[in-house]
């Protein structure tokens, strides 16, 4: 599949959500669960499937004052495409 | 220190409409009267958070037997857990689905005997597959996980190809070939379900192009089986490192099989938490670590990767359940295995194999 586009609305697939783990917040998913933390948790946090990619970019971008969006939209962009493909991420 | 379990895997009943060749059962069944209560159930998804777990792999058996599914799905939720339902999906008409959804299941997984009807029914011993296909419109509908999972052996790897492509139409999120493991009711019918050398090379490689063409919209995991394998499977991840079964009567194994291993007992739920069984329990701790390891796992650099291999199987093949797992080809005892590959019967054989029954 194409990695998301800017309009795409990222949203977790069937089944994916987020659990805890002790004080920490996993991704749990069929068969296993990831630690996401930082930047990763953020994207994720924000990926309701209502905001497009172009959103949460620059909802990012507001966070990170400094960052460059062009970075931050290619960042975000890798991070879905790699969860999507493990059937965690929907766009 | 002992790391906490990763999953529980429920078993809870042994009741199932379905009579499959391969059921990973033991042959000796729990009946309705030895199952225990909701309310024990209940007890351990609880301490099961409190254990650290994540996941929770209800099974059977069928699952739906139970007429408190819903509670029990309720109850895990509510105590953090991840709910992965593995069913035939007989006793699963669309409104108990919605309920079980609506209590927090997060996960079905789905069983298919093949991608024909006939074939897929005899493996069965019952008609279920009509079903099952009407069933898994229904499951994509809400929003929960789908896993299709296929049982393969010698008598349905021939038309591989054919199987995947029905899977693919059934839209899971998940296909999971997995080759009939020889314990249980396998066991005796192993000569019928092993496959040929030339079965499993064309599979791996027809797994293979079928990843790369479906990656991203329908994962495919292949559990290989390793009676081929030159090492032995890490079985359960190690003995009491990462999984732990309850049965249906509230005995706490290591593994689906390790009932058939002689001089063990399993302590019960319904006298002790699950952290005590866990960490002090003898079961969980009889062959965990390297102690009990004879030569030449005791000394292989490959003892924290395979732990020796499957206990159970170590038992079941050369009656010790302390010997190096057959499976490896540096076990003394590997020539019983490499008879049983050279044993695969031809098909007419396939007329004479035992079902599984009911408790």
Redesign the interface.
């Known amino acids: 599949m194409a990695p998301p586009a800017d309009s795409s609305q990222p949203r977790f697939a069937a089944g994916c959500r987020w659990g805890t783990q002790g004080e920490e917040r996993v991704v749990l998913f069929p068969e296993g669960m990831i630690r996401v933390q930082g930047t990763g948790q953020k994207i994720l946090e924000l990926c309701d499937g209502g905001r497009t990619v172009q959103e949460i970019v620059k909802a990012l971008s507001a966070t990170y004052s400094g960052g460059n969006p062009s970075r931050i939209r290619e960042d975000v962009g890798s991070f879905l495409e790699a969860l999507q493909q493990k059937r965690i991420v929907d766009y | 220190m002992i790391p906490n379990p990763l999953a529980l895997i429920a078993e809870i009943t042994h009741r199932c409409p379905l009579h499959c060749v391969y059921c990973s059962n033991p042959l000796q069944l729990a009946g309705t009267e030895a199952e225990i209560s909701t309310e024990d159930w209940v007890r351990v998804f609880q301490q099961a958070h409190d254990l ?1 777990i ?2 929770l792999h209800l099974t059977g058996g069928e699952p739906l037997a139970r007429a408190d599914l819903k509670e029990l799905i309720q109850a895990a939720h509510d105590a ?1 857990l ?1 709910t ?1 339902l593995i069913t035939s999906g007989m006793g699963l008409p669309e409104a108990r689905l919605a309920s079980l959804v609506d209590a927090g299941l ?2 079905v ?1 789905l069983s298919f005997q093949d991608s024909r009807d006939e074939p897929a029914n005899w493996i069965a011993g019952t008609k279920a597959h009509a079903h099952k296909v009407v069933l898994s419109e229904v499951i994509r509908r ?6 299709v999972n296929l049982v393969v052996h010698r008598q349905n790897l021939d038309h591989l190809e054919e199987m995947i492509a029905f899977a693919e139409q059934l839209k899971p ?2 296909l999971e070939i997995a080759h009939a493991q020889y314990y249980g009711w396998a066991l005796k019918n192993r000569d019928t379900l092993m496959p040929s050398r030339e079965q499993l090379e064309n599979c791996l490689r027809i797994v293979e192009s079928a990843q790369a063409r479906l ?3 329908m ?1 495919i ?1 292949c559990v290989v089986p390793d009676y081929y394998a030159r090492y032995p499977k890490a079985c359960m991840g190690g003995w009491g490192r990462r999984l732990l079964l309850i049965d249906p009567a509230g005995q706490a194994l290591p593994c689906h099989a390790a009932g058939v291993i002689p001089g063990m007992s399993f302590d019960n739920v319904r006298q002790h938490s699950l952290e005590w069984i866990w960490r002090e329990s003898p079961a969980f701790q009889r062959f965990r670590g390297e102690q009990w390891m004879p030569e030449p796992c005791r000394s292989c650099e490959r003892r924290a990767e395979d732990f020796g291999g499957c206990r159970c199987q170590a038992f079941l093949l050369t009656g010790d359940a302390s010997a190096t797992d057959p499976v490896c080809t540096l076990a003394p005892t590997h020539h019983l295995v490499e008879t049983a590959r050279e044993t695969g019967a031809p098909s007419e054989a396939k007329l004479s194999w035992s079902y599984r029954t009911n408790p």
């Open positions: 650290g994540l996941h953090g991840y992965n997060d996960h997984q809400f929003p929960v996980a789908f896993t999120d998940r990656s991203g919209r994962r995991d």
